[in-house]
């Protein structure tokens, strides 16, 4: 499978990428950071992903190299922790540009390779605040959100064209920069990177074949 993974040079996507790659699938890595080495074939680095013309031309530059394109990973995305009230208005619109707007432009981009290879498979990482968000989350929850929309909606437009559209919805994933921002907390519920990338192998895999429009929750008991 070929396997383009947006945002995959975040500690998420690198474990992502790593393991599609053990799995003898072809990854291609598409993000806004610098590029540099890893387990994809393909880097595509200093590419904005909420830039509708800088993603196509770099989906169309991955398609080419790859031969194709099997499935879209939109790991893309970012987190604020912020009341509403004394909040900035701004990151509504920073979490909604980094989390459902480059979302929405990769998936937008990766549609005509998906049906060009005859379907396929998109999955996005969503978060389970778009479920149940406490005080400080409203700007990052609502983003999410609407990852959560857009995977529903689109799956149902896109039912019967042999392309597939899920997500996952992450608890805290246990990264470097998590455990900085959070040093007091409570880490036994985290998400381990690894163990959403497992969960996203499993989604653009024929064993889920009948999966679509869902957005699973991921938790460790804890």
Known sequence: ??????GGLGALGKAVAAELAARDMQ?????????????????????DLADEASVTKAYSEVTASLGGL????NVAGGFIWEPVEGGSIDSWDRMYRMNLRTA???ARAAIPHLLAGGGGS?????????????????????SKAGVKALTESLADEL??????VNAILP????T?????????????????PGGAARAIALLISADAACITGASIVLSLPG
């Open 27 to 47: 990854v291609a890595i598409v993000d806004m950071a610098s590029a540099e080495a890893g387990a994809a074939s393909v880097v595509l680095g200093g590419v």
């Open 70 to 73: 099997d499935a879209v990973v």
């Open 171 to 174: 608890t805290i994933i246990d």
């Open 122 to 142: 998109i999955v996005n990482v969503g978060a389970a605040a778009a479920n149940a968000a406490a005080m400080g989350m409203a700007p990052y929850a609502a």
């Open 104 to 106: 929405a432009v990769s």
């Open 176 to 192: 470097p920069a998590n455990r900085r921002d959070m040093p007091d907390a409570d880490r036994s519920g985290w998400v381990t």
């Open 159 to 164: 039912r019967g064209r042999g392309i597939r």
């Open 1 to 6: 499978m070929r396997i383009l993974v947006a």
